[in-house]
């Protein structure tokens, strides 16, 4: 019998103050995050133009890495597309590069076929921990002063970002779909690009669905689920199978709380994809400047790919202080 007058309080709003440890480091790669040399590396130079393939016809006259080199120095610096195509054109002069420069149309054309790498060379090797979350990013409409201002009076339409991360915040997965798609449907679009065995799959209550279960349970048969059910979840009848993770979970909280299972089930780590959401906003931005629906695919992809490029650079090492 949970009994809650014999837990430690702990005020709802204390948050825990933390330290980096490592801030030369960190430091230094945040000063790297707008060297140009980063995103317009010596390997996207080589790679600029690519080889001809012998058939009939027109030959393209640009790679995918030099389009996606492009596309990434206009959401690093937020530029729109004909200020990348000045940027690019002058650091071709200054570098003295003898290399085709893409215009703002032909940016705009290959968004929609441009293959993108996510950049997860990186992530450890072995069993990882997927965790997802999805957020809205907006397509058209006024932004938050004009409607806090003279209320919702235009119309707004929006599109639905759902990402897969790691425990250490590599983005291993990622899909745009309309503002009303409901995020457990695509959680098998998700577990299809991770390649590896997963051992514990996390997500918010959304996710507390049967069909979650069944689709991670098929990727990796072993993978632990750590999804909180809902305040009204009562235990299933089938005490074997896809559900029986959450009736261990429903009989836990009843025994020692919620917010005691959230601390000991893994539940916290939750947050690492909440954050992963806020550096995106915070860096690529709250609105997708594409207008057609690959485009906009390929958009959030290649903001994903920043991330991952900036973390490959470096993140903070932190220890709790109080």
């Known amino acids: 019998m949970f009994e809650p007058h014999k837990v430690a309080y702990r005020h709802p709003k204390y948050k825990t103050a933390y330290r980096v440890k490592n801030w030369p480091e960190y430091e230094k790669s945040l000063r790297d995050r707008g060297d140009i040399t980063v995103w317009f590396s010596q ?179 072993g993978a632990s689920i750590v999804v909180p059910p809902r305040k009204d979840a009562v235990l299933s009848n089938c005490s074997t199978g896809v559900l029986s993770q959450r009736n261990q979970h429903i009989s836990k909280i009843e025994r020692m709380g919620r917010s005691n299972w959230r601390r000991r089930s893994g539940y916290y780590l939750q947050s690492h994809v909440e954050n992963v959401i806020y550096r995106f906003k915070r860096i690529i931005g709250g609105r997708l400047r594409s207008k057609r629906g690959e485009a906009q695919e390929r958009e959030a992809l290649i903001g994903c790919a920043i991330l991952n490029k900036m973390l490959e650079i470096g993140r903070p090492v932190s220890y709790q202080v109080c």
């Open 43 to 221: 390997d996207a130079i080589e790679a600029w133009t690519p080889q001809q393939n012998g058939k009939r016809g027109g030959q393209p006259v640009y790679s995918d890495i030099a389009i996606e080199t492009s596309l990434s120095l206009r959401l690093v610096f937020q530029l729109p597309l004909r200020q990348t195509e000045g940027f690019l054109g002058s650091i071709f002069r200054l570098m003295s590069l003898d290399l085709p420069c893409p215009d703002h149309t032909t940016l705009s054309r290959r968004t929609r076929t441009v293959d993108v790498q996510r950049n997860i060379d990186r992530l450890p090797d072995g069993p990882v921990c997927f965790i997802v979350d999805s957020t809205g990013l907006k397509v058209c409409g006024q932004g938050e002063w004009h409607s806090r201002k003279y209320g919702e009076k235009r119309y707004k339409r929006w599109k639905k970002l759902h990402i897969g991360v790691d425990k250490n915040g590599w983005i291993m997965a990622s899909k745009v779909t309309e503002g009303y798609e409901q995020d457990p449907s695509q959680v098998p679009d998700l577990l299809d690009q991770v390649d590896r065995e997963i051992e514990c799959f996390v997500g918010d209550g959304i996710y507390d669905r049967e069909p979650v279960c069944e689709a991670v349970q098929q990727h990796s048969s």
